[in-house]
């Protein structure tokens, strides 16, 4: 509520806001199609153009991306910097950190709380600190389609921005109750 009143009194002021992406962006990051980024994700904007991530990439919320690593500033009085590299079709889970010189392919989830500290390879599904493979992505998703079904599967009007009800609020917990998990779009 108060963003919504803080943008509309920016709006009517004609005060102009810029994206935290459009920034890291002015500052040299490379940004592909389709790339979105939850709330209070750290990209490095210290080193913002040694970062590059392709297409249809969503980093969930807290997920940090870093180029430098402080570690020898206070005995080189240098810090060290890496580039990073996220490919197409990613996924990054939740608080994850990417550490630098971290490439990540194409076709990669990464778990919730990993922490990339080595190269990921294309279709691939890493999670776990140090983060470490667990399967190929194909292989993965076809299992998560298998356990789909009518009962445990559900649409737009089960979430927040539909306004569910309380109605379908209980269905989704019953279904959840005897399925253990569920699907939503």
């Given amino acids: 509520m108060l963003q919504s009143v803080k943008k509309s009194i920016k709006k009517l002021l004609g005060i102009k806001t810029v994206s935290r992406i459009d920034e890291l962006k002015s500052r040299g990051m490379k940004v592909g199609s389709n790339f979105f980024m939850f709330g ?20 969930a919320p807290r997920v940090y991306i870093l180029a430098h690593d402080a570690s020898t500033k206070i005995y080189l009085d240098h810090s060290k910097i890496k580039k990073v590299k996220i490919g197409n079709n990613v996924f990054i889970g939740g608080c994850a950190i990417i550490m630098p010189g971290v490439t990540i392919g194409n076709d990669v989830i990464i778990g919730a709380g990993s922490v990339v500290t080595k190269n990921v390879p294309d279709n691939s599904v890493y999670a776990g600190n140090p983060a470490r493979f667990l399967a190929h992505t194909d292989t993965y998703i076809a ?3 298998k356990l789909m079904k009518n009962k445990n599967t559900f649409g737009k009007e089960y979430t927040l921005a539909q306004n569910i009800s309380e109605q379908k609020k209980e269905e989704m917990k019953k279904a959840l109750d005897e399925e253990g998990m569920g699907f939503i779009f």
């Fill in 40 to 59: 209070e994700c750290i990209i490095d904007g210290g080193h913002a153009w040694l970062i590059e991530i392709g297409d249809n990439v969503t980093l």
């Fill in 143 to 145: 299992d998560q389609k």
